[in-house]
């Protein structure tokens, strides 16, 4: 009878955890996250404040996510490999940044692809750069989120308000060609330093200025050695969220789950992005900067020097891509 008794348990049990009934003890699966920015950084909010209590609370605590924020794990190479042989789950970075990876991506680089920062969004989320970020799987990742961070903003350590100010301008750039020409179409003389060496690049006249988003821009504190902000718009920047794409694929009955967070954390990105944008520009009025918004005839001035930059890469860039891009954005009210 006893022994009954105990393989009828056994037997109970056995069901119970085929069935993830017991499921309490077991240790949450941890999900790995790589953001760019500090914790204050909207894409580091969007991801704790919304994405991760979703994935956590929804799947019964059945996943953990842990984010490394401010490049914690690793600069933007680092976490492209990581998703790539799936160390890391999910990362976040600049577009520009996985050209090196997918080189028509240097499309969105381009100077003035929009109007108006409004309208940048529904030109990434169009059908070219959809196709476009398909490209990614053959790689063995999925882009499952993505954002524009606003319009590159001159930081500059001297007074500018016309194209002319800025001829044989010292201007901090990046490793990216597009960037590159598209200040040397300006009649500036770029300079790559890495981002994190920007600061003191300004500070002691390496560089005569900086180009780059105003929020992160901001808490570098960039313009209390920059103290002029020229914001002529002439490229925006756009942010890629990237997966393992394996992983992406068979999360199973948890993938709606994580859909579900995926989308939610990109509406708050968008809802929130222009509010980060107003706060970081008042922060640095308050600090005494000049916040500079040239003519429309002024900006009309930099549209004409850099109309046929994009000629310069057609190697990697199509002409019909970026044809496509500009018929796209012209529809865009």
């Not at 060609?177 to 600061?199: C, D, R, S």
Request: hydrophobic content about 40%; aromatic content about 10%.
């Amino acid at each position: 009878m006893r022994t009954q008794l105990i393989r009828s348990i056994m037997v109970t049990a056995g069901m119970m955890l085929s069935m993830g009934v017991v499921n309490a003890y077991a240790a949450p699966i941890a999900i790995k996250v790589s953001v760019s920015g500090t914790s204050d950084f909207v894409y580091s909010k969007a991801m704790r404040e919304v994405f991760k209590p979703i994935v956590e609370k929804e799947t019964g605590g059945k996943y953990r996510v842990d984010i490394y924020d401010n490049l914690k794990f690793g600069n933007y190479e680092i976490c492209l490999q990581g998703v790539q042989h799936g160390t890391l789950h999910i990362c976040q970075e600049a577009a520009s940044n996985f050209s090196t990876l997918l080189p028509e991506l240097g499309v969105l680089d381009l100077p003035f692809l929009v109007k108006h920062p409004s309208q940048f969004n529904q030109l990434i989320d169009g059908p070219a750069v959809s196709k476009l970020l398909q490209g990614f799987n053959k790689y063995g990742i999925e882009c499952i989120a993505r954002n524009h961070l606003g319009p590159r903003s001159i930081f500059s350590r001297k007074k500018v308000t016309t194209l002319e100010d800025f001829k044989h301008f010292k201007m901090r750039s990046s490793a990216s060609q597009i960037e590159i020409k598209t200040l040397q179409a300006e009649g500036m003389n770029p300079t790559p330093v890495p981002w994190t060496e920007t600061y003191s690049a300004l500070q002691q006249g390496i560089v005569d200025g900086t180009n780059g988003d105003l929020m992160q821009s901001a808490e570098m504190q960039f313009d209390t050695v920059a103290p002029t902000i020229f914001q002529v718009g002439h490229a925006m920047i756009c942010h890629l969220f990237l997966a393992n794409k394996e992983w992406w694929d068979n999360l199973g009955a948890d993938k709606p789950i994580f859909e579900k967070a995926t989308a939610e954390m990109q509406n708050y990105i968008r809802a929130n992005i222009d509010q980060y944008y107003a706060d970081a520009v008042k922060t640095m009025q308050a600090r005494g900067t000049s916040y500079i918004e040239p003519s429309d005839e002024e900006i009309s001035k930099w549209q004409e020097a850099t109309k046929d930059v994009y000629k310069d890469f057609t190697d990697t860039i199509p002409e019909e891509l970026v044809m496509a891009l500009r018929a796209e954005a012209a529809n865009i009210k």
